[in-house]
Structures are given as C-alpha cells and as structure tokens.
C-alpha cells in the first residue's frame, strides 16, 4: 500500500476569459480573488434592488464564470436565491420561460444573442421582459435593443477581470473605487488596474473599450467612480 501525501490546496480556484486590447485570453483566479470579488459584489446586489427573499436570474456563459460566480455568491450572501440560464441564442427561450416561471426581480446579462434568440422565436422583448424591475444588459446592442423596446435597461461592464454595474439613475457604469482603478488613455480608452492584492497582477490593462471615468459622486448616493461608454474613435 502506498502511502498518500497529501498536498495543499491549488491556489487556483478557476481559470477566466478576459478581454485584452481586441483578444481572449486565460485568467487565472484564487479562491480569495472570488471571495473579495464577492464581497464587492454585495454593493451590486443591493445597487440592483436584490435583496433578502427575491430571485435573480443570471444570464452567462461558462467561459464568464469568474464574472458571474462572484454574483451567484453575492446574491446568496444578500439572502436571495438565483437561477441561471445560458447567454446564448439557443438558450433565449429558457431565459424567457425562467422570467415568467420564477418573477425575478433582476436579470442580469442579456446579451445580443439572447436579443437574437428571443427575436429569432417570434418573441417581444417587452412582453418578455416588463414583468422584471431590473434588467441588465451585458453589452451595447443588448442595450440599444432593450431600449428600443421601451425598457430602460443598466449595463454590466466587464472591465478586465473585474467588472461594475450600473444603479437607477442609469448614469454610467459603477465600478468598485476600493478595489479597482479605471484610466484613460488620450483617445479614451480604458485602462484598468485591481489595487487589491489579486493572483494575476492587473495593472493599466488595455480593456479595448472606450468611455469617460466620472470622479463626482452620483446622485444615488454612491462616490465610485463610473465609466460611461463612448464609442471607439475612428
Ligand atoms: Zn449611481
């Protein structure tokens, strides 16, 4: 019989996708990088109206889970319960079907595909949608299409491998001030820099979006930064 050593715990809790400049690439995370990101996130959660007792329906892809299990973690420590879906075409219908069945106060991370899905099953997005206080877009053409629709969608932003989230007054992206800095660079684009201590040192990173950072409190209340998104130049 062999004897079996037994090692240490791998510090790596998980491996992200996060974009730099126009690519994907690998992002390892520790098990304390997902705590602290769910501590943060607990702001979200209340920023989003979920709180004790409600139901949030989190739209995502697996490759985002270093974005979104954070959310998942955080709308359990608010006392809430989450569903999730896939952010995906072929998956809208589920989104859908998971809003009327479960009446979510929140979803978060509609995403163009799911826009394309929904549409594509002959579906409206108000129809489908207006039952929920809060929804979230995770990009600018889920957004515009939400809007189009008569809704008044928040955005989700991931910047790097943090990411923020609008509150009410729909005013630019908040981002978490106590752990993260956003620069930009002369023609605006963003830059991103985590200054907690995190596995995978993010300093100045070329998210590849482009927007202003607003220094001045918002009127919710909060004195985070926000980043609101402009168009890349050219
Ligand atoms: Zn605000």
């Known amino acids: 019989m062999s004897s079996t050593v037994r090692m240490p715990p791998p510090d790596v809790w998980g491996v992200g996708r996060v974009a730099v400049g126009g690519e994907m690439i690998p992002w390892p995370v520790s098990h304390a990088d997902v705590d602290d990101e769910t501590d943060s996130h607990v702001a979200t959660m209340r920023r989003l109206g979920v709180g004790e007792g409600d139901v949030v329906v989190i739209c995502s892809l697996l490759s985002e889970a270093i974005h979104v299990f954070p959310l998942e973690q955080a709308a359990n420590a608010v006392g809430a319960r989450y569903s999730s879906t896939d952010a995906t075409e072929f998956d809208a219908f589920r989104t859908a079907a998971m809003v009327s069945q479960v009446s979510p106060v929140a979803v978060i991370g509609v995403n163009r595909d799911v826009v394309t899905g929904l549409r594509g099953a002959g579906r409206d997005l108000r129809e489908v949608f207006g039952p929920v206080k809060v929804v979230v877009a995770a990009d600018e053409d889920a957004r515009e299409a939400l809007e189009g629709a008569g809704l008044a969608p928040r955005r989700w932003l991931k910047l790097g491998p943090v990411s923020g989230f609008e509150c009410a007054e729909r ?34 990173l070329a998210t590849g979006l482009h927007g202003e950072v607003i220094e001045r409190p918002c009127a919710c209340g909060s004195t985070d930064p926000r980043i609101r998104m402009v168009p890349a130049p050219g």
């Open 171 to 204: 005013d630019g992206v908040h981002v978490d001030g106590s752990r993260v800095r956003v620069m930009t660079t002369e023609d605006g684009g963003l830059l991103v820099t985590t200054t907690v201590p995190r596995l995978t040192p993010c300093v100045d």
